[in-house]
């Protein structure tokens, strides 16, 4: 069965460090979203490319967090300084929209941040 | 605004025990969608099932039954004869049409007692 990659699995940084998170969605899949989950909540969207292109990004913190779909298939998701507050679980989903139909996201086993 | 409410934060039952967890939701949309996901404490959210809300017949696969009650704005989750591998965190989401953005609760955690 197709799965959302991720990698790394865990990653402990110090604050003020760079950190970079890796997402490969399922093959075909045209859409791709990147969520933060912080302990005890439900996940929040932080970005979402279609093919390349950025469709949502307005709940990014752009002055320190970036996100790049640069050949429409695999993405990559920086932060830069991390902060202490940026300890989260980041989730990556995928989904295949057709035209005028919403299609289910299914996600990856996510990467679990801590930032010390 | 979309909202969706678990005001379950955390079950408690005994293994072969009947359990149901609660999911209300807040939508303007006419037409909408609505998600169940697991989390099991490896972190991976596993999706479970998607409800149109044009479709309100009630769903049944295996051991899981969902019932989805526009009237009362409520998509609840039944786990009958529960099992120790149902401990996890379950997620109720909202999508409304034309959106991406899902709207996730803030899950319920349940553990299955053996």
């Known amino acids: 069965e197709a799965e959302v990659a991720q990698s790394p699995r865990y990653k402990i940084t110090e604050k003020s460090q760079a950190v970079a998170f890796w997402c490969d969605p399922i093959s075909g899949h045209a859409t791709l979203y990147w969520y933060r989950q912080i302990l005890g909540q439900g996940p929040e969207l932080l970005v979402q490319?279609?093919?390349?292109?950025?469709?949502?990004d307005s709940q990014l913190p752009k002055d320190r967090f970036s996100a790049e779909r640069l050949k429409g298939v695999d993405s990559t998701l920086k932060i830069q300084p991390a902060e202490l507050g940026d300890s989260a679980m980041y989730l990556c989903a995928s989904s295949a929209p057709r035209t005028g139909v919403t299609d289910t996201q299914y996600f990856g086993p996510g990467t679990r941040l801590t930032v010390l | 605004a979309q909202k969706v409410t678990q005001a379950q934060t955390e079950i408690s039952v005994v293994e072969k025990e009947d359990v149901t967890l609660d999911c209300v939701y807040e939508?303007?949309?006419?037409?909408?969608?609505l998600f169940w996901y697991k989390q099991p404490p490896s972190g991976e959210l596993v999706f479970l099932i998607r409800r149109n809300s044009f479709d309100e017949q009630n769903e049944i696969s295996g051991r899981y039954s969902w019932n989805f009650q526009k009237s009362t704005s409520s998509f609840n989750f039944t786990i009958t004869a529960s099992q120790v591998v149902d401990s996890a965190v379950y997620f109720c989401a909202l999508l409304g049409a034309g959106s991406y953005q899902l709207t996730f609760g803030k899950g319920t955690k349940l553990s299955v007692i053996p």
């Open positions: 939508t303007r949309d006419t037409t909408y969608y």
């Open positions: 490319f279609q093919d390349e292109s950025v469709v949502d």
